[in-house]
């Protein structure tokens, strides 16, 4: 069973720049999340999807950061304009509705600014 | 709210002895309890899950983990490690009642000594 894919792996922007990642679930997992990860820190939800729908973004910096996901499937963040604190690994999950089985990180993407 | 304390930063030890990684947990709800490893530059894998039944849970690599009600605690222990060990381990929770939105520790970084 292929798992949760994340691209770039990498990416490096000047702050103030724009900056977009990508997410493809499980296949059939309803539920996507994605987390930010600081260094030294564990990692911190930022927003959660059912289908196409939004359950959970309380923790997301609304005034940079954007998140979609249009068909219930893949989604996409984006942060604009990038600032240096903005520096992390941003993991993406997915999961079966309200079911912890097969709850599965992806590998990340680690963003530097500067 | 949920929170998780991992009350160790930084854990060095040598190859083949014991190790505990601690971990305490607050919460006005009941929870579910994780422990994940992550290896550099690689996203977040499951080592173990207490979602009910038996408090002792054993999970791969050799791993498991005590859940205390009393002391709000899941500590993970194995028996004897193995430089592959070498890693940062993640403890994290869920609401048992809705989200499986993952609230984690800051982590513990692993280093196995030869």
């Known amino acids: 069973e292929a798992g949760v894919a994340q691209s770039p792996r990498y990416k490096i922007i000047e702050k103030r720049q724009s900056v977009a990642f990508w997410c493809n679930p499980i296949?059939?997992?309803?539920?996507l999340y994605w987390y930010q990860q600081i260094l030294g820190q564990g990692p911190k939800l930022l927003i959660q999807?059912?289908?196409?729908?939004?359950?959970?973004d309380s923790q997301l910096p609304k005034d940079r950061f954007s998140a979609e996901r249009l068909k219930g499937v893949d989604s996409t963040l984006k942060i604009q304009p990038a600032k240096l604190e903005d520096s992390a690994v941003y993991l993406c999950?997915?999961?079966?509705?309200?079911?912890?089985?097969?709850?599965?990180f992806g590998s990340g993407t680690r963003l530097t600014v500067v | 709210a949920q929170s998780v304390t991992q009350l160790d930063s930084q854990v060095p030890v040598f190859e083949e002895a014991p190790v505990e990684l601690r971990c305490n947990y607050s919460?006005?709800?009941?929870?579910?309890l994780f422990w994940y490893v992550q290896y550099p530059n690689q996203g977040l894998q499951l080592l173990l899950k207490?979602?009910?039944?038996?408090?002792l849970v054993k999970g791969i690599n050799g791993f498991e983990a005590e859940f205390n009600k009393s002391q709000t605690s899941f500590h993970l222990r194995k028996p004897s490690v193995h430089i592959s060990d070498t890693a940062e381990y993640f403890c994290?929770?869920?609401?048992?009642?809705?989200?499986?939105?993952?609230?984690f520790g800051t982590g513990t970084s692993l280093t196995v000594i030869p």
């Open positions: 919460s006005s709800v009941s929870v579910y």
């Open positions: 296949s059939g997992h309803a539920t």
């Open positions: 999950a997915s999961s079966e509705i309200r079911s912890l089985r097969a709850y599965t």
């Open positions: 207490y979602l009910s039944g038996s408090t």
């Open positions: 999807f059912q289908n196409n729908g939004v359950v959970d």
């Open positions: 994290a929770v869920t609401k048992t009642n809705t989200g499986n939105q993952f609230y």
